[in-house]
């Protein structure tokens, strides 16, 4: 499977973007896929995550609250809402795909795609 992630822009502070993740091929049903972040001279770091069915979600503290994961498998899309962005949401996203639901380590996510740089100005 390989992934694209779109919807980067520049947004104000207290503004709002939704993310988009295509992938070419439909992942498989034990599948979950989810959001890492990596600002400038920082380690990439998890968003959120969702699991195959969309029923399981789940999310960094940082963003609870302010961000909402989904997919819809019959476009094999996935899409981070974010609300009530902040200066240090800016960063390029990536999403990703893993086999181990309930993990945020880098290292359980593979098929990463290209980023989506997301700007918020204060």
């Known amino acids: 499977v390989q992934l694209q992630a779109f919807g980067g822009g520049l947004v104000q502070a207290g503004g709002s973007l939704r993310l988009s993740c295509v992938a070419s091929g439909r992942p498989s049903n034990d599948v979950s896929m989810g959001w890492f972040r990596q600002a400038p001279g920082k380690e990439r770091e998890f968003v959120a995550a969702?699991?195959?069915?969309?029923?399981?979600?789940y999310y960094a503290d940082s963003v609870k609250g302010r961000f909402t994961i989904s997919r819809d498998n019959a476009k094999n899309t996935m899409y981070l809402q974010m609300n009530s962005l902040k200066p240090e949401d800016t960063a390029v996203y990536y999403c990703s795909t893993t086999m181990k639901y309930g993990s945020r380590s880098f290292g359980d996510f593979g098929s990463w795609g290209q980023g989506t740089q997301v700007t918020v100005s204060s």
């Open positions: 969702v699991s195959w069915s969309g029923s399981g979600t």
